[in-house]
C-alpha cells in the first residue's frame, strides 16, 4: 500500500512525462544496452545499430503502446496485479517474453527518465518511482508459471 507521499511522487511525475518521448527512448535503450531482447522483435525490420534502433519507427511505435500501458498502473495503484493480469498471460502466453525482461525495461525506464529530468528526479522520488516498477513488474509476471 502507498504512503500519500508516495503516491503523489508518483501521479506527479507520471503527469511530467511526455509518453511519446521517453516511451521510445526507454524501449530503444533495453534494445541496444541487452542486445538479445532483439528476439522479440524481428517483425521491426532494421535493429542493426543504435542509430538504427532509435530511429525505427516500429520501436518508436512500441515504445509508446509500452508506455501508454503504464498510465494504467498509475491509474490503478491500489489494483495493479489485476490491472495488468490479462496482459501478463499475453505475455506469458502468446508473445513468450522472458520476465526478466519486464526488470530490464524498468531499470531502462528509470534511466531515461533521470537523464530527461536530472536533479528534479532526487534520490527519494526514484526510490518511490522503482517501488512503483518493482509493483509493476511483479504485475506483469504475476500470470508465469
Ligand atoms: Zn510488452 C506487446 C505492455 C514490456 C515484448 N506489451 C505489448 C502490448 C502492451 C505491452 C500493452 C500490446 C498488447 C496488445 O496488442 O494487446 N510490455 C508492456 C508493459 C511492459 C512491457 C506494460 C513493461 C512494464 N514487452 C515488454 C518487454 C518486452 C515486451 C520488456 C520484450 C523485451 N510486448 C512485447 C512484444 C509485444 C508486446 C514482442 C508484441 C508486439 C507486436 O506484435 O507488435
Not at 517501488?131 to 513488474?137: E, G, I, N, P, S
Request: contains cysteine.
Amino acid at each position: 500500500s502507498w504512503s500519500q507521499s508516495e503516491r503523489s511522487a508518483i501521479v506527479e511525475l507520471w503527469d511530467k512525462i511526455n509518453i511519446d518521448e521517453i516511451g521510445p527512448q526507454a524501449l530503444a535503450r533495453v534494445l541496444i544496452v541487452y542486445p538479445w531482447t532483439q528476439r522479440y522483435f524481428g517483425q521491426f525490420g532494421n535493429l542493426n545499430s543504435a542509430a538504427a534502433i532509435l530511429g525505427n519507427p516500429k520501436v518508436t511505435a512500441h515504445g509508446k503502446v509500452v508506455l501508454n500501458a503504464l498510465d494504467n498502473a498509475v491509474k490503478n495503484l491500489d489494483n495493479i496485479k489485476e490491472t495488468y493480469s490479462k496482459l501478463s498471460q499475453l505475455h506469458c502466453e502468446i508473445l513468450s517474453v522472458d520476465p526478466d525482461n519486464f526488470r530490464l525495461f524498468a531499470d531502462c525506464l528509470t534511466i531515461v527518465i533521470a537523464n530527461k529530468f536530472g536533479a528534479e528526479f532526487t534520490p527519494e522520488i526514484q526510490a518511490t518511482w522503482q517501488k512503483f516498477l518493482a509493483v509493476v513488474v511483479a504485475a506483469m509476471s504475476s500470470r508465469y508459471f
